[in-house]
């Protein structure tokens, strides 16, 4: 570690930044208290309190975040070849407890990388090379735990009210020991905090829908959530974009309060106004991944007046700093080299030696009375049962409250069941002609309880995955919860369903009329949807969009029609697409319908015509060898498509947790 050589004396100008007025001989590890000047009689006590941090006073006594030599680069493959795109380059500063920062800087500058990367949430292709520290300690998983990160879009079950959404979160998030009534006054005690409290039992809404509540309020929610664990570090991206210059002033305000009891808040912001610029006591600009300025908002005017950028009268000085290092359309060049200019006199500039001096007395902190961080031990989650009721919860309501989905969904299998049923309506099984309508019935029923649920599945599982990712990020749950939760929610339906169109379709059609013919029937077609929507659940899994998993999916269905043994008969596929029957859940569903309805049948009519060669089946026996069906398979098909059920969502399983830990 890059250790500062000389001794320095620090004063206060701004209350969370020091200032470097002196530079003499000296270590900066051996700073001695009574050497540092202190306009506020802060700057000491606090560097007393972080030396007297105890090893679980974080929460207490605020948090100081320090990063050193810190780059970023995103993993990606150009040409076929892996590479790394340098997104942060070596940058290092640091953040005392009660700052309220702001990141400020052009499009892709690097805001939000820097910020997920200080806040331990990078995606799974960013890499993160230096060092980060809190009061001393490298950052980990337990940041988790310890600070919120409110990310840049909302994302809610638009079907919540304010109410339920910060209870489910309660739930999920709080330590196990936390009491009902503890939570309930915490969430009441945030929503009054942020000014929720009125729109408590309205729905939040989702996007689109123009019910619900406001922008502002969104976000407002979005901020109350990360507060539950009252973290003492708090990461926003981008809180204000899509505001209004009031409900913007408004959330910042909070913030500033909050700042001010001595939490750590660090955000990306664009365009903030006058108003709400004033209100950040630090500033962070950021240009082309590396810093151009950090230090008080006031000082930055001096720093770029320095460079010869004077910022106009009539121009708010977040917007000059912007447009300073913007890139210019049609002068690239020298915006780039402008921008360089700019960074390259910060980091030789006093500023950033005060803000170093702060850094390597954390880093020497770190190395020389290295801690444990406790929090992450003393911290118990809910326990996973309790995680599986509130996302079964959660879903469960989504449901209710969006009814018109699974009515609409219901009364379409009714109008097909009734369809099926009355285009074959009384069908005499103990004819000829009889033999085609059963095998057509049963191939209806095979296609209908297949593709229909697959294809719903397939659109709708996916839906709620960026809310999956975030949350998984956020370390609520493990993938298997969720995996759970959202089967547990659409089971219902998948039961409904089928028992729905084999009842009316079955009677209607006058299949075999015994009650085990019946419910065995029901049974299987009730199976056929579950290993259906298993597979369309696998595939919405393995794919990142839904028409990728559609373009795979509809040649396999094709595959498993017309492997599924009434168009082509089994022992004549060819090898090439032989192996794909194993898999036909399809045939295994229509070779057991089949013997359910044909086995003990033995006096079908013959009403051949004279001139007539093809030859009259007279019993059930030779109506399954017609289609190379087998009476003893029945249990063996039953059980072939149990396996496929397990199968699918061990797959599927596996594919949501590969995404989760992509992300
Ligand atoms: N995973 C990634 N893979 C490749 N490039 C990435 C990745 N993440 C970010 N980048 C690139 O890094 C640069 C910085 O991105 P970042 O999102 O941090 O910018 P930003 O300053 O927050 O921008 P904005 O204000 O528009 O949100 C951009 O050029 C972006 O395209």
């Known amino acids: 570690m890059k250790m500062l050589k000389t001794r320095k004396i620090l004063t206060i100008d701004d209350p969370h930044l020091f200032q470097l007025t002196d530079i003499n001989g000296g270590d900066s590890s051996s700073t001695n208290n009574e050497n540092l000047s202190d306009e506020n009689g802060s700057l000491a006590s606090s560097y007393a309190s972080i030396k007297e941090t105890p090893k679980c006073s974080l929460l207490k006594n605020g948090v100081t975040l320090a990063w050193n030599d810190l780059s970023v680069f995103a993993r990606m493959k150009i040409n076929g070849k892996l590479q790394y795109k340098r997104i942060i380059n070596s940058v290092s500063g640091a953040l005392k407890a009660g700052s309220l920062a702001a990141i400020m800087g052009a499009s892709g500058a690097g805001k939000s990388t820097l910020m997920a990367a200080l806040g331990y949430r990078q995606t799974g292709e960013i ?5 980060i ?17 409110m990310p840049q879009d909302d994302l809610f079950v638009g079907s919540l009210t304010v109410l339920e959404h910060m209870t489910i979160m309660a739930n999920l998030k709080l330590d196990r020991s936390t009491s009902k009534q503890e939570k309930f006054s915490k969430i009441t005690s945030i929503l009054n905090q942020l000014g929720l409290r009125k729109c408590r039992d309205t729905r939040i809404g989702a996007i689109g829908q123009n019910k619900g509540l406001s922008g502002g309020e969104k976000k407002r929610l979005a901020f109350a959530t990360e507060l539950l664990t009252d973290p003492p570090i708090l990461f926003c991206d981008e ?8 409900s913007a002033q408004k959330i910042v305000d909070i913030m500033s309060a909050m700042s001010a009891t001595g939490k750590t808040i660090l955000c990306t912001i664009h365009q903030p106004s006058s108003a709400v610029f004033e209100m950040f006591s630090v500033l962070i600009l950021v240009a082309d991944g590396k810093i151009a300025y950090m230090g008080g908002r006031a000082a930055a005017i001096n720093f770029f007046e320095s460079l010869g950028f004077i910022c106009p009268s009539s121009y708010s000085p977040a917007d000059f700093f912007i447009k300073t290092l913007a890139t210019t359309p049609g002068y690239e ?15 030789v500039s006093d500023y950033a030696k005060e803000i170093d001096v702060v850094a390597q007395y954390e880093f020497h902190l770190c190395r020389t009375e290295p801690k444990e961080f406790e929090l992450s031990r003393s911290f118990k989650p809910p326990f996973w049962w309790q995680k599986l009721y509130w996302l079964i919860y959660r879903w469960g309501i989504d449901s209710i409250r969006n009814p ?10 009714i109008v097909i069941a009734l369809i099926v049923g009355l285009s074959f309506y009384n069908i005499n099984i103990y004819t000829q002609n009889g033999i085609q309508a059963v095998q057509g019935v049963i191939f209806m029923f095979v296609c209908e309880n ?4 697959m294809y719903y599945v397939l659109a709708e599982f996916p839906e709620n995955i960026p809310l999956f990712v975030r949350e998984i990020r956020s370390g609520f749950y493990h993938p298997i919860i969720y995996y759970i939760s959202r089967l547990m929610a659409l089971l219902p339906g998948f039961l409904i369903e089928p028992i729905l169109f084999a009842s009316i379709a079955y009677w209607l059609a006058g299949l075999k009329v015994t009650w085990y013919a019946f419910l065995m029937t029901t049974l299987i077609t009730i199976l056929t949807t579950n290993v259906s929507t298993a597979c369309g ?16 999916l509809v040649p396999f269905d094709y595959l498993l029609m017309i492997t599924s043994g009434l168009f082509v008969k089994r022992g004549t596929i060819p090898i090439i697409i032989g192996w794909s029957r194993y898999l036909s859940w399809l045939m295994y569903s229509t070779e057991s319908i089949s013997i359910l309805q044909w086995q003990g049948i033995t006096n079908i009519t013959c009403d051949k015509r004279p001139n007539d060669n093809i030859p009259c089946l007279t019993d059930g026996t030779s109506v399954l060898n017609q289609y190379s069906f087998s009476e003893e398979n ?3 098909d039953i059980w072939n498509m149990i396996f496929l059920l397990i199968g699918f969502h061990l797959l599927g399983y596996f594919f949501l947790w590969r995404r989760a830990q992509r992300s």
Do not use: W
């Open 634 to 636: 029945l249990i063996c």
């Open 450 to 453: 297949t593709f229909n649920p």
């Open 404 to 413: 018109s989905v699974q009515i609409l969904r219901i009364l379409q299998r």
């Open 333 to 347: 060049t020298n915006s780039k080299m402008t921008v360089k200019r700019i960074c390259d006199q910060y980091v």
């Open 133 to 149: 520290i809190i009061n001393g300690m490298p950052i980990g998983t337990y940041m988790k735990h310890l600070s919120g990160f």
């Open 239 to 246: 809180p204000t974009t899509g505001l209004d210059s009031f």
């Open 537 to 552: 659940i696998m595939f919405s899994c393995a794919f990142d969009s839904v028409p990728s998993a559609m373009a795979y």
């Open 127 to 131: 890499h993160v090379d230096g060092e």
